[in-house]
């Protein structure tokens, strides 16, 4: 789970909706009508309590990505705002919901059920006290993070790092980010996209083959251990999840 300023998705601001919602609860979808019902409710208890403890507005978007059961009016029906995203991908729909966001805040969110959005309840609250980003912990929640966030983390920062930080999170400037070399580059809030505009022109003059061939030769390390790790760390990952259930299914 991810909550993050719009600012840097640089979205326009015209109508009376876009100005009355502060926060927006993103959950990408894909055929997940049996799965809607429970996340839009406990969103919408997020947002009660966000309301209660912050004096925040919200929204729900479902950032639908070609579900063929059905998912988008239901979705509606339930009260949430649907927005369709053609392009396909887990990465595609979290953009395109958040680019038709309203909220000064997006919180995402899978819409499978594996997330409590009354966890990032707190979260919103750090953002409103200056924070410019927060991120879930799964570990913390009794989950093995096994989904790639670990491998991604390792490759970037280093393993010592990656598992310390994915161990006992705390929060993580831009600069601090940068010095572990995680982003190359810090830029003011709200310039992130414009900053992406200018390096992507400057990469423009060198010849088609060239930056294609330049990106798969810089990719493929990350790529070789994504195929290598996550497959056997989503089956911990998959094991410890449904220990979890077992166990609060048990307390009830």
């Known amino acids: 789970m991810r909550h993050e300023p719009l600012g840097q998705f640089e979205v326009p601001r015209g ?11 993103v959950m990408p979808c894909l055929n997940e009508t049996q799965c809607l019902p429970h996340c839009i409710a406990n969103a ?23 579900s063929t059961d059905g998912s988008q009016e239901l979705a509606v029906h339930l009260g949430a705002r649907v927005v369709n995203v053609p ?5 595609a729909a979290l953009i395109g919901g958040s680019k038709a966001a309203y909220g ?17 309840v707190a979260m919103i609250g750090e953002l409103e006290r200056g924070a410019g980003l927060c991120m879930g912990n799964r570990f913390a929640g009794g989950i093995v993070p096994g989904d790639g966030i670990f491998t991604t983390w390792s490759y970037r920062a280093g393993a010592g ?29 709200g310039r992130a ?14 010849p088609e083959i060239t930056r294609r061939n330049t990106r798969a030769h810089f990719i493929q390390p ?31």
């Not at 000064?104 to 990032?120: C, L, Q, V």
């Not at 996209?193 to 060198?206: D, P």
């Open 15 to 25: 109508t009376s909706a876009a100005s009355s919602v502060d926060v927006t609860i």
């Open 44 to 66: 919408q208890l997020a947002l009660e309590r966000i309301a209660d403890q912050y004096g925040l507005t919200g929204e729900i978007l479902i950032a639908d990505n070609g």
């Open 87 to 91: 392009e396909r991908g887990y990465g």
């Open 104 to 120: 000064k805040y997006i919180m995402m969110g899978d819409a499978d059920g594996s997330y409590d959005f009354t966890d990032g």
């Open 161 to 189: 790092r990656a598992e310390a930080f994915l161990l006992n999170p705390r929060p993580l400037s831009a600069n601090i980010a940068q010095s572990w070399g995680v982003v190359s580059e810090v830029v003011p809030n």
């Open 193 to 206: 996209l414009a900053r992406a505009k200018e390096l992507a022109e400057l990469y423009l003059k060198a």
């Open 222 to 252: 990350l790529k070789e251990r994504i195929v290598h790790d996550v497959g056997y760390g989503l089956s911990l990952e998959g094991a410890s999840a449904a220990a979890l259930v077992k166990t609060l299914t048990a307390k009830k």
